[in-house]
Nanobody, 122 residues
């Protein structure tokens, strides 16, 4: 069982930056693929970014390409968010799976953090 603890959310003005962090613990935690998803009330969880090992590859949702960067350091994963927009406002969740079938699908991940709120004001 892998546990995830995500943090780093907050309130920021449009154009600003935030860095989210997620710490994974448990068996083989550092070997898992890691992803970030976000969700607003009434909508499905949206893929934001993923980082896959062997060799390391990164993937991004279309709405965040060029603005967000995912990185990993052993069992920690980060999401650097720049040029934030009001439409980036959501609860952001860290996710992990040893072998996600589709990195962009939330159903492919077995483990989830509790979520951290990001609010971007206009």
């Amino acid at each position: 069982q892998v546990q995830l603890e995500d943090s780093g959310g907050g309130l920021v003005q449009a154009g600003g930056s935030l860095r989210l962090s997620c710490v994974a613990s448990g068996p083989r935690a550092s070997n898992h693929a890691m992803g970030w998803f976000r969700q607003v009330p009434g909508k499905e969880r949206e893929f934001v970014a993923a980082i896959i090992r062997g060799p390391t590859r990164t993937y991004y949702g279309n709405s965040v390409k060029g603005r967000f960067t995912i990185s990993k350091d052993n069992a920690k994963v980060y999401l650097q968010m720049n040029s934030l927009k009001p439409e980036d406002t959501a609860v952001y969740y860290c996710a992990a799976d040893e072998r996600p079938y589709h990195y962009y699908e939330s159903s492919s991940y077995d483990y989830w953090g509790q979520g951290t709120q990001v609010t971007v004001s206009s």
